[in-house]
């Protein structure tokens, strides 16, 4: 079998639609197009995604998305050499449009369809080379090399896995409750911010003290490399009702510091646990994945641990619209591990694991 060069990827496993086509270069990936239609509009005005409200609007754009996403590369449905799609984990009823129309136009197209699992999609974000024009992609050129440990912080998972190859890899630990970007979410809400929540916290912790309030960092010293956010969030649920009760002012001042002692918190416990375990395995390249991987400070912090500590790990971040959900990652996972599917038998998981 030829190696494949040109795929098309699709990826609706949240409120997300997104499609793109990208291409394998010598030694990574070179973006052609990458489109998102997100209902940002619907989630801001119920803070949040509903998942049934997700699913109609993206059946309603996956054709134009995709549409677009062929037309912006310049290839035509006949150039491609396979269609990529995300089948799990997500909410079913967004993951069943994304799986359904990749499997027919596998088969009305005659392209092989390859599965891809989301979670390891965000991480092969990092191995995308070349962005479109006009934007930088992921440290000009060059790519992870293995073995690497990889952090993934997204909205429902926070994971440290260890990879020893292209589909070798193990998994170190993750939450045992709320997620680092639901932890993010569920904080903003409490705080009165918009839905996604861990870009309006970052944005009002510029403004604030992180040392004002002290927060808990959950498990922070444990020795095993879980995670757990949910008592974080009661903390701060605590300390807002506790300014409501004495009626202490509740000024803008006061919210900025509790921000930036929330992102401080959350940001303490995921680098103290990922520097732990690339020292523990003796691993010297950090991959980091998921949305909260757009996160300025959390990259300063982790590449500001590994310069004091001397610890000469070399640290692959994707610039920020990579780490959210988009298809170009899920079009590059499927390059690195080509393992077609019947599409007459594939399934939407949407309780797919790592
Ligand atoms: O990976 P992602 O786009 O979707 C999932 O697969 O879940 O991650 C979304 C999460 C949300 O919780 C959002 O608040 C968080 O990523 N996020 C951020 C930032 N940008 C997105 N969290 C902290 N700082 C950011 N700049
Ligand atoms: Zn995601």
Request: net charge neutral.
């Amino acid at each position: 079998m030829n190696k494949p060069q040109i795929i098309l990827g699709i990826e609706t496993s949240c409120d997300e639609t997104a499609a793109a086509v990208v291409q394998k270069t010598k030694d990574g990936v070179k973006i052609l197009s990458n489109v998102v239609a997100s209902s940002a509009v619907l989630q801001a005005k119920y803070g949040g995604v509903i998942p049934e409200q997700a699913a109609r609007e993206q059946i309603k754009s996956i054709i134009p998305v995709i549409e677009e996403s062929l037309q912006v590369s310049g290839y035509r449905h006949q150039d491609i050499d396979a269609i990529a799609v995300t089948y799990g984990p997500g909410l079913i009823g967004s993951l069943l449009v994304g799986v359904e129309t990749a499997k027919t136009l596998a088969t009305v197209w005659e392209k092989p369809l390859i599965p891809v699992n989301h979670l390891l999609g965000h991480f092969y974000a990092n191995w995308i080379t070349v962005h479109l024009p006009g934007v930088k992609a992921h440290l000009e050129g060059v790519t992870p090399q293995f073995p690497c440990l990889g952090l993934l912080v997204s909205g429902g998972h926070t994971d440290l896995v260890l990879f020893k190859d292209h589909g070798k890899y193990e998994y170190l630990g993750g939450t045992r409750d709320d997620a680092a970007g639901e932890c993010f979410d569920k904080c903003a809400r409490l705080l009165g911010l918009a839905y996604p929540g861990g870009p309006e916290i970052s944005k009002l912790a510029k403004r604030g003290d992180p040392t004002k309030f002290h927060l808990p960092r959950p498990m922070i010293d444990s020795k095993d490399f879980d995670f757990s956010f949910s008592g974080l969030k009661t903390s701060v649920a605590n300390l807002i009702h506790t300014f409501e009760v004495k009626k202490r002012s509740y000024t803008s001042k006061v919210k900025c510091d509790l921000a930036a002692s929330i992102e401080q918190a959350i940001i303490d416990v995921l680098v103290a646990k990922t520097i732990k375990a690339a020292q523990k395995y003796k691993i010297k390249e950090i991959i980091v994945a998921g949305g909260v991987g757009a996160n300025q400070k959390l990259a300063n912090n982790l590449q500001f641990t590994i310069y004091n500590l001397q610890l000469k790990t070399k640290l692959h971040i994707p610039p920020p619209e990579l780490c959210t959900d988009n298809a170009a990652m899920i079009a590059t996972a499927a390059i690195f591990n080509y393992h077609p599917a019947d599409p007459f038998i594939l399934q939407a998981e949407p309780s797919l694991s790592l």
